[in-house]
């Protein structure tokens, strides 16, 4: 199983990104993004979940991100407006078999947001 993310970069205060991880190896429940800032922990961004097609997003992205995907190849993107500096991070993509626990990850990509 893998997953590869991809899509950061650097981008001004306003601008946009959109990311995109897709997985290999077999199907997941959910798909989600997390992201870690520089000296804090890692929070959680975004989710998708495949059979119902819900979405959730933390507080601090709603309104400017959106999570979509296409459950046929396995790859989901998030789509990043209205970037501000604090979105500064390494996002990951990670995965869910069962409720309760991601099982794999990605390997990040950076995201900075200049002011």
């Known amino acids: 199983v893998q997953l590869q993310a991809s899509g950061g970069g650097l981008v001004q205060a306003g601008g946009s990104l959109r990311l995109s991880c897709a997985a290999s190896?077999?199907?997941?429940?959910?798909m989600a993004w997390f992201r870690q800032a520089a000296g804090k922990e890692r929070e959680f961004v975004a989710r998708?979940?495949?059979?119902?097609?819900?979405?959730y997003y933390a507080d601090s992205v709603k309104g400017r991100f959106n999570i979509s995907g296409a459950n046929a190849n396995n790859t989901v993107h998030l789509q990043m407006n209205a970037l501000k500096p604090e979105d500064t991070a390494i996002y990951y993509c990670a995965a869910q078999i069962i409720v309760g626990r991601y099982d794999y990850w990605g390997q990040g990509t950076q995201v900075t947001v200049s002011s």
């Open positions: 190896g077999r199907t997941f429940r959910t």
């Open positions: 998708l979940i495949w059979s119902s097609g819900s979405v």
